[in-house]
């Protein structure tokens, strides 16, 4: 039914179309235009009684009404071309938009589906991380209560121990050390699970640097003769960091710089202090750290090929003590060589942390109110 | 003599520990899991209860919540959970000490000690000290703050328990560093205000307005008791 009714838009279309109003007039003007010329030039031609010159009458005609229309044919003619190539080189850009619009849908229809993947993927490694993370835990919690009856066995047999034969003794020594070391692994190990979930509880204050420091040198190299030498700069403002964990990254380097070194050479502590930050720095007088290792050396599990079968260890203590300088809003670097020495160029490990200050305007404020401290620097 | 209830799972602990308290001049008992953890307690009264969390039938948390309905006897948390939220869950159920595994037996056997001896009214203050609300126990180390555990560093909890064993007396920065650092490092230790600072933020409830840790000016810190 409604479709012999043309609506009235539709059929007026071409009305709207610049090319065909052009036609129309094209065809029109010069039509109307010989139209007056002819009437025109007859009206003068009869009232003036000019019959006799109609050779003039046809002349004028031919020239002013048809030469004067074909003229204006031609221009119409050539204005409709040009605006024939303008319309196709429209339609032409319009062609490469669309075919443009739809690259850029296709290409952003692929790009959502990889970004969509890539979350997936995300999500599972995430989901990955986590159950390592609950394993590792999981296990950690494990050997805790073994560690803890094996531990208490060997240390009620070592105070016993004076009673059994020497032989006797020294397994005894060894197998509490060994305890004790199985025992550290797996603190560093459910530490390491937590540091990376996000959830090891750290103590933040001030510490005293000094004080720290000694007391690593002291404990780690309690059954060494090494000397250590000590170059720390005066007025050390506390730095802010957890007081256990630091000590614990501390302790990681200068057993390094122990286990790595010849007998008898120096570790040397250097401390200053800077923009904010203290820089602790641990040097020895090993062998120093291959340029192509360095970039690995703090990463989990890595152990220097040189190194693997000569010396003990997993090669967590410098990921575990970087991932805990990160935790503190510090970092670790590394220099090597430090010396002029083929024999010893050295490593120098920097451990740098932020000073703990007061916010501006408090200490002011507590000074006014309750007084100072007696040797405040 | 003390009679303390061990509550584990693992075996080969209850024994070893047990026969080790029993050295020390201790009466041990010991149950296997929660269950049998709350009928021991109901039939013999112990003095001290040494409980595990990872256990069968009724987990540690659980017992230690049905314990505390009936009973203020003292307990020992003594478990493989270092987690910090375990940590401060058990000590809002209300016990008295958490030794995390492993442990050394000599240190359990003085945390046993410093629990027991809190529990005699006759002799409160040997391992307590108090400002009002603010509570330092100095064998276990933890700092509670009108019954809220307060989490101090090893300096800080020095720090505050220099100035607090001379309750009312202004300490002198001096003595403070000689205490919490050593004699070596007198005048060799500065920004002592800035390890006050810190703390009070930690214990105190306004720390602009001091209710424990006052300065006086031009001699030291005193604690308000």
């Known amino acids: 039914m409604t479709?012999?009714?043309?609506?009235?838009?539709?059929?007026?279309?071409?009305?709207?179309?610049?090319?065909?109003?052009?036609?129309?007039?094209?065809?029109?003007?010069?039509?109307?235009?010989?139209?007056?010329?002819?009437?025109?030039?007859?009206?003068?031609?009869?009232?003036?009684?000019?019959?006799?010159?109609?050779?003039?009458?046809?002349?004028?005609?031919?020239?002013?009404?048809?030469?004067?229309?074909?003229?204006?044919?031609?221009?119409?003619?050539?204005?409709?071309?040009?605006?024939?190539?303008?319309?196709?080189?429209?339609?032409?850009?319009?062609?490469?938009?669309?075919?443009?619009?739809?690259?850029?849908?296709?290409?952003?229809?692929?790009?959502?589906?990889?970004?969509?993947?890539?979350?997936?993927?995300?999500?599972?490694?995430?989901?990955?991380?986590?159950?390592?993370?609950?394993?590792?835990?999981?296990v950690s919690h494990e050997?805790?209560?073994?560690?803890?009856?094996?531990?208490?066995?060997?240390?009620?047999?070592?105070?016993?121990?004076?009673?059994?034969?020497?032989?006797?003794?020294?397994?005894?020594?060894?197998?509490?050390?060994?305890?004790d070391r199985l025992t550290r692994l797996v603190q560093t190990i459910l530490d390491l699970s937590q540091l990376e979930a996000g959830k090891l509880p750290l103590t933040l204050g001030p510490v005293a640097v000094l004080p720290i420091l000694?007391?690593?040198?002291?404990?780690?190299?309690?059954?060494?003769?090494?000397?250590?030498?000590?170059?720390?700069?005066?007025?050390l403002p506390p730095v802010w960091a957890d007081e256990t964990y630091m000590?614990?990254?501390?302790?990681?380097?200068?057993?390094?710089?122990?286990?790595?070194?010849?007998?008898?050479?120096?570790?040397?502590?250097?401390?200053?202090?800077?923009?904010?930050?203290?820089?602790?720095?641990?040097?020895?007088?090993?062998?120093?750290?291959?340029?192509?290792?360095?970039?690995h050396l703090f990463e989990r599990f890595y152990r220097g090929k040189s190194f693997e079968n000569t010396t003990p260890g997993w090669g967590l203590g410098l990921y575990f003590a970087r991932k805990l300088a990160e935790a503190q809003g510090g970092i670790i670097t590394l220099r090597s060589p430090c010396w002029e020495d083929e024999n010893g160029p050295g490593a120098q490990f920097t451990v740098t942390l932020k000073i703990s200050e007061i916010p501006e305007g408090k200490e002011e404020a507590e000074e006014g109110s309750h007084g100072r401290d007696l040797n405040h620097r | 003599m003390a009679e303390i209830l061990i509550i584990d799972d693992d075996q080969a602990l209850t024994q070893l520990l047990g026969d080790y308290l029993v050295g020390q001049g201790y009466t041990t008992r010991s149950a296997n899991d929660g269950h049998a953890g709350l009928r021991a307690i109901f039939e013999r009264k112990p003095d001290l209860i040494l409980l595990d969390i990872n256990m069968p039938n009724r987990d540690?948390?659980?017992?230690?919540?049905?314990?505390?309905?009936?009973?203020?006897?003292?307990?020992?948390?003594?478990?493989?959970?270092?987690?910090?939220?375990?940590?401060?869950?058990?000590?809002s159920?209300?016990?008295?000490?958490?030794?995390?595994?492993?442990?050394?037996?000599?240190?359990?056997?003085?945390?046993?000690?410093?629990?027991?001896?809190?529990?005699?009214?006759?002799?409160?203050?040997?391992d307590e000290l108090r400002a009002a609300d603010l509570i330092v126990h100095l064998k276990s180390k933890r700092v509670l703050r009108n019954g809220?555990?307060?989490?101090?560093?090893?300096?800080?909890?020095?720090?505050?328990?220099?100035?607090?064993?001379?309750?009312?007396?202004?300490?002198?920065?001096?003595?403070?560093v000689h205490e919490v650092w050593g004699q070596q490092y007198v005048g060799e230790i500065g920004y002592v205000r800035r390890y006050i600072w810190h703390l009070r933020q930690k214990i105190e409830p306004d720390p602009d307005n001091p209710r424990y840790l006052y300065n006086e000016r031009g001699y030291g810190y005193r604690v308000q008791s």
């Open chain 1, 3 to 138: 479709g012999g009714i043309e609506p009235l838009d539709e059929k007026f279309r071409h009305w709207r179309d610049p090319r065909f109003i052009l036609r129309i007039i094209q065809i029109v003007l010069p039509l109307t235009l010989f139209g007056i010329v002819f009437a025109s030039e007859a009206q003068e031609h009869l009232s003036g009684g000019l019959l006799s010159e109609g050779s003039h009458f046809v002349t004028e005609v031919l020239f002013f009404g048809v030469l004067g229309p074909a003229f204006l044919y031609l221009v119409f003619s050539y204005i409709q071309k040009l605006m024939k190539e303008q319309i196709e080189a429209k339609d032409k850009v319009e062609k490469l938009n669309l075919d443009l619009e739809a690259l850029c849908a296709s290409r952003t229809e692929a790009l959502e589906q990889r970004n969509v993947e890539l979350i997936k993927a995300n999500n599972e490694l995430k989901e990955l991380d986590h159950m390592k993370s609950d394993f590792v835990a999981l």
């Open chain 1, 143 to 179: 050997l805790r209560a073994p560690l803890t009856v094996l531990n208490g066995s060997l240390e009620i047999a070592v105070q016993q121990a004076e009673a059994l034969p020497l032989p006797t003794r020294r397994i005894l020594e060894v197998m509490a050390r060994e305890s």
């Open chain 1, 214 to 235: 000694e007391h690593v040198a002291e404990s780690v190299l309690v059954h060494s003769d090494r000397p250590v030498k000590w170059d720390v700069e005066k007025d």
């Open chain 1, 247 to 295: 000590e614990e990254i501390v302790s990681n380097l200068v057993r390094n710089a122990d286990k790595y070194s010849k007998p008898h050479r120096p570790i040397h502590f250097t401390v200053r202090a800077d923009k904010g930050y203290v820089s602790i720095s641990v040097i020895d007088h090993g062998p120093g750290i291959p340029s192509e290792i360095k970039d």
């Open chain 2, 60 to 91: 540690g948390i659980e017992t230690l919540t049905r314990i505390r309905e009936v009973s203020e006897v003292p307990i020992i948390m003594l478990t493989a959970y270092v987690e910090e939220n375990t940590v401060l869950r058990s000590f």
């Open chain 2, 93 to 126: 159920l209300g016990v008295d000490d958490y030794v995390t595994k492993p442990f050394s037996f000599a240190q359990l056997a003085a945390r046993i000690h410093a629990v027991l001896n809190r529990g005699n009214k006759n002799d409160p203050d040997e």
């Open chain 2, 148 to 176: 809220e555990l307060l989490t101090l560093t090893p300096t800080e909890f020095k720090l505050l328990t220099a100035i607090m064993r001379r309750s009312g007396e202004v300490v002198s920065v001096d003595d403070l």
